[in-house]
């Protein structure tokens, strides 16, 4: 059985920064990518960044709302990936999703942690 959790949400001000952490664990045989999206009150889960986990590439995608501010990345030892986020802005407050694209005993799926709660506000 296959568990992602997220971590190092919390409350900031406008133009603080947060970094949130994600974790998978079970039986795991390759990790194809990782992404994290986020869903605020009354609006659809959304995009926010991804990176490829081929080799040494980690080719990454950003959503427009977060380029320039947000840095994903990963430690593939350890099967992390990280969310840096700096400059925040209250519209940025969302339950944060990681989601990670996996080969398991029951195949190739995606899988979702729980969330983890972002607030930006002064």
């Known amino acids: 059985q296959v568990h992602i959790v997220e971590s190092g949400g919390g409350s900031v001000q406008p133009g603080g920064s947060l970094r949130l952490s994600c974790a998978a664990s079970?039986?795991?045989?390759?990790?194809?990518?990782m992404a994290w999206y986020r869903q605020a009150p009354g609006n659809q889960r959304e995009f926010v960044a991804f990176?490829?986990?081929?080799?040494?590439?980690?080719?990454?995608n950003y959503a427009d709302s977060v380029k320039g501010r947000f840095s994903i990345s990963r430690d593939n030892a350890k099967n992390l990936v990280y969310l840096q986020m700096n400059s925040l802005k209250p519209e940025d407050t969302a339950v944060y999703y990681c989601?990670?694209?996996?080969?398991?005993?029951?195949?190739?799926?995606?899988?979702w942690g729980q969330g983890t709660q972002v607030t930006v506000s002064s």
């Open positions: 990176i490829h986990n081929s080799g040494n590439s980690g080719t990454t």
């Open positions: 989601e990670m694209q996996l080969l398991t005993a029951s195949g190739r799926g995606d899988y």
């Open positions: 079970g039986t795991i045989s390759r990790i194809f990518g």
